[in-house]
């Protein structure tokens, strides 16, 4: 079945600091893949997707661009804000209509001291 | 435009007893998902409806656990007899036709 591994958290950063979160999948046939945000007290918020291989996701500074080859959305952010602290989750859903429900990770949870 | 709503937000109960959670999602979408996120994990997929049809309910724990969409707008997830390890954050999601999920507040139920 579809699967999503990310890296364990916490993930403590400094301000300004180059962000990665790993993220890979295991899924058959072609996924559509994403990264959603979960703010302190707040509800999941989509961040970025992207839907075929090769294809880059950007949202507020953050990029991920969809590796089939390593099967592989790493999330990225140049220089991160204490406003960054988040949970952050990568999921997979299945393409093309029906049973399309996502898979997530288990949340990466990011720290970003001033 | 109104976001997907959720009551309640917050339940406690004991275990064994019976509990209903209800969804409203944003006006026009067809397909209606329910999920459930235990503390320190990802949300996990219930039930997917498009419309007041199941489409996937493969991971509902369906001794427990059922779920509706009478009219295909709002819907009800109800759990009865609850377990120690329901307690959970139950999460309501809404889709349009060839767009993307948006989540609901969720519920957060503790089963004691």
């Known amino acids: 079945g579809n699967s999503v591994t990310q890296m364990e958290g916490p993930v403590t950063l400094s301000e300004e600091a180059f962000l990665t979160i790993n993220c890979t999948y295991t899924?058959?046939?072609?996924?559509?893949l994403f990264w959603y945000v979960q703010y302190p007290g707040e509800g999941l918020q989509l961040l970025l997707k992207?839907?075929?291989?090769?294809d880059k996701g950007s949202n507020k500074g953050f990029e991920a661009t969809y590796r089939k080859e390593t099967t592989s959305f790493h999330l990225e952010k140049g220089s991160v804000q204490v406003s960054d602290s988040a949970v952050y989750f990568c999921?997979?859903?299945?393409?093309?209509?029906?049973?399309?429900?996502?898979?997530f990770g288990k949340g990466t949870h990011l720290i970003i001291q001033p | 435009e109104a976001g997907v709503a959720q009551s309640p937000r917050y339940k406690i109960i004991e275990k064994r007893q019976s509990v209903a959670f209800w969804c409203n999602p944003i006006?026009?979408?067809?397909?209606l998902y329910w999920y459930q996120q235990i503390l320190g994990q990802g949300p996990k997929l219930l039930i997917q409806?498009?419309?007041?049809?199941?489409?996937?309910d493969s991971q509902l724990p369906k001794d427990r656990f059922s779920a509706e969409r009478l009219k295909g707008v709002d819907s009800t997830l109800k759990i009865q007899p609850a377990k120690l390890e329901d307690s959970a954050v139950y999460l309501c999601?809404?889709?349009?036709?060839?767009?993307?999920?948006?989540f609901g507040p969720g519920t957060r139920l503790t089963v004691t």
């Open positions: 999601a809404s889709r349009p036709t060839g767009g993307t999920e948006y």
């Open positions: 899924a058959t046939g072609y996924p559509s």
């Open positions: 992207a839907t075929k291989a090769d």
């Open positions: 999921a997979l859903s299945k393409a093309g209509g029906g049973a399309d429900g996502l898979t």
């Open positions: 006006s026009g979408h067809a397909t």
């Open positions: 409806f498009q419309n007041n049809g199941v489409v996937d």
